[in-house]
């Protein structure tokens, strides 16, 4: 991750007159994330944005994610949802520049123009976009959404789990990579619990869905931190 610009006093002035209107998140390392829905109440503290707000929130998006002066910026990205692949149901992709004292970005992927938010930033030619283990389950669910009009078809998007894994048929998982991680940098990875702290099982054998709004504290830290995570591999 990039150490703080001290050039960068412009970006910090917009980004204080944002917390005016902006509702964010935090992560278990305290990582603040901005919330985009339009529709939904996303966590159990904040509310639904105004018109007015969400579209402030929009413009800041804009301007400091996709203006051309920013060009081969870095974005970590990751996905999370229920049973995710071609017929899956995406519910949340998080964003978060390799600068870490700017904010990241929490999206409503079940929220038309939030997901076309989403859209333009993984399309996006100039963004680097860096993930983990998209193949088989993130990006299925984006490019074979049922309804046409969602798909995302992501432009400079990698994958560094194939550089971690052995071959093909054996990926690593992020617990893994964690578990190596916390033997070598333990000081960076005590923040954040293991990848077990949600029981899936207990919600699909009930027929619930894991993601619901709005969201407990619990389950934003899961969904910001992996992309942290990833971030800190």
């Given at each position: 991750m990039l150490p703080y610009n001290q050039e960068d006093n412009q970006d910090n002035c917009r980004y204080n007159t944002l917390l005016d209107y902006a509702q964010t998140a935090r992560s278990s390392s305290n990582q603040e994330f901005i919330l985009v829905s339009e529709?939904?109440?996303?966590?159990?503290?904040?509310?639904?944005?105004?018109?007015?707000?969400?579209?402030?929130?929009?413009?800041?998006?804009?301007?400091?994610f996709l203006d051309s002066k920013n060009l081969f910026q870095i974005?970590?990205?990751?996905?999370?949802?229920?049973?995710?692949?071609?017929?899956?149901?995406?519910?949340?992709?998080?964003f978060m520049h390799a600068d870490v004292n700017r904010p990241g970005l929490l999206v409503d992927m079940t929220c038309p123009q939030s997901?076309?938010?989403?859209?333009?930033?993984?399309?996006?030619?100039?963004?680097?976009?860096?993930?983990?283990?998209?193949?088989?389950s993130d990006l299925p669910s984006l490019m074979h959404h049922p309804d046409a009009s969602f798909r995302?078809?992501?432009n400079n998007l990698v994958d560094i789990q194939l550089l971690f894994s052995e071959s093909d048929k054996k990926r690593m998982r992020l617990q893994k990579a964690m578990d190596i991680m916390r033997e070598i940098h333990p000081e960076h990875?005590?923040?954040f619990p293991n990848k077990d702290c949600i029981q899936w099982d207990r919600y699909y054998s009930q027929n619930r869905r894991v993601y619901?709004?709005?969201?407990?504290?619990?389950?934003?830290?899961?969904a910001t931190d992996d992309v942290i995570?990833?971030?800190l591999i």
């Open positions: 529709i939904h109440q996303m966590t159990e503290h904040t509310g639904i944005y105004s018109n007015d707000a969400y579209n402030k929130v929009c413009e800041y998006v804009k301007d400091k974005l970590f990205c990751d996905f999370e949802g229920e049973m995710l692949g071609p017929s899956g149901l995406l519910t949340l992709a998080t997901r076309k938010m989403a859209k333009t930033i993984l399309e996006c030619k100039h963004l680097q976009k860096i993930g983990w283990g998209l193949e088989f995302i078809h992501p990875m005590e923040p619901q709004y709005p969201l407990s504290e619990k389950y934003v830290k899961y995570i990833i971030s």
